[in-house]
């Protein structure tokens, strides 16, 4: 059964839908803003913690209660929870948390990277895409990981009935590639990493670029977050970038460092992600296209209107030139 989907427009101008309503926590008394992030503690998350760990929260007058999770999901949670005010995720986790969640708005994509990938065993026969029928796959789920997988198996013309997939935690994944219980996986990093670390020549790269976001999001109307703080947030992020972009050594090192990472690992992702701000028209068709997936996974027959999820308003504000959403009316 088709699923259609009309989406209406995106508010952008100042005081939109998304963070009008919210109350104030201004420290009126000293000129100071307060916020709580719930933020991934990892690579494609980078930009809050380097503005945190180069003052430039304090910078703009924003006090930043920052706390790190390892997933986005864990992060969504914690806001839901009243743990936080703002949070980070991959635009799959808000695309499927927004069935259950009507309430997210998304503020602003902070990293655009490309981290996941597919990798096949070639002693299990494996050169090409075309090799992985009869195959057992190890895959995620629910994750983009098992969305990208369902997409590249149509691409090359198979369908699930044509392989055996095997749910599994990232690190299973690796253990299981390790010692042949898989015969192929996809994942992200830096498990992709530490697959092609421990099989070397024998591991097999199928999958080819896919960009995704990182996004900061809000829950809408829970009457905690101040708009103002909001700004303040996106100007010490924005300074953020711009110290990654002028200092990209100085950069790498902190990566390694603030989330233990190895530098050669550092150099391999740092090609494949931009800590950057922005709001893209391309963030509003991926999460169409993961949650109309999604939607026939649950049995759903339609899907949220990400259009009216987006508040562009504070990034506006901050740096017009990086807002680029137009409102559509797109059946699918």
């Known amino acids: 059964m088709g699923i259609t989907v009309v989406i209406l427009f995106c508010v952008l101008a100042l005081g939109g839908v998304g963070l009008a309503a919210y109350h104030s926590r201004f420290d009126d008394a000293h000129g100071r803003a307060k916020l709580r992030l719930a933020a991934y503690e990892g690579d494609v998350g980078a930009l809050e913690w380097i503005a945190r760990d180069q003052g ?100 090359q013309g198979l369908t699930l009935d044509d392989v055996t997939l095997v749910d599994l935690k990232p690190e299973q994944i690796e253990s299981q590639m390790a010692d042949g219980s898989i015969d192929a996986a996809v994942t992200w990093e830096p498990h992709v990493a530490a697959i092609q670390a421990r099989l070397a020549a024998n591991a097999v790269s199928l999958m080819p670029r896919s960009l995704e976001n990182y996004l900061l999001i809000v829950a809408n109307g829970d009457g905690t977050t101040d708009r103002r703080a909001v700004g303040r947030l996106l100007q010490a992020l924005l300074l953020a970038e711009n110290w990654t972009r002028q200092n990209p050594v100085e950069a790498k090192r902190y990566l390694a460092a603030r989330f233990t990472l190895t530098p050669a690992y550092v150099e391999k992702i740092w090609t494949r992600m931009q800590l950057t701000l922005s709001l893209q028209q391309e963030i509003l068709e991926a999460m169409d296209a993961e949650a109309l997936w999604f939607a026939r996974k649950i049995g759903r027959q339609t899907i949220p209107n990400f259009a009216l999820v987006v508040d562009g308003g504070p990034l506006a504000k901050v740096n017009p030139s990086a807002v680029n959403v137009v409102p559509r009316t797109t059946e699918q």
């Open 56 to 155: 430039f929260f304090d910078s703009v007058g924003l006090d930043v209660e920052l706390t790190g999770f390892a997933t986005g999901r864990e992060a969504i949670k914690a806001m839901k929870d009243g743990r936080a005010d703002l949070a980070t995720a991959s635009e799959f986790v808000v695309a499927t948390n927004s069935f259950s969640r009507a309430d997210l708005r998304i503020l602003a994509s902070i990293c655009q990277y490309w981290n996941k990938g597919f990798i096949g065993r070639r002693d299990h026969g494996i050169e090409k895409p075309g090799d992985l029928k009869g195959k057992r796959i190890g895959f995620t789920s629910p994750s983009s990981a098992e969305h990208s997988l369902v997409v590249f198996l149509a691409l």
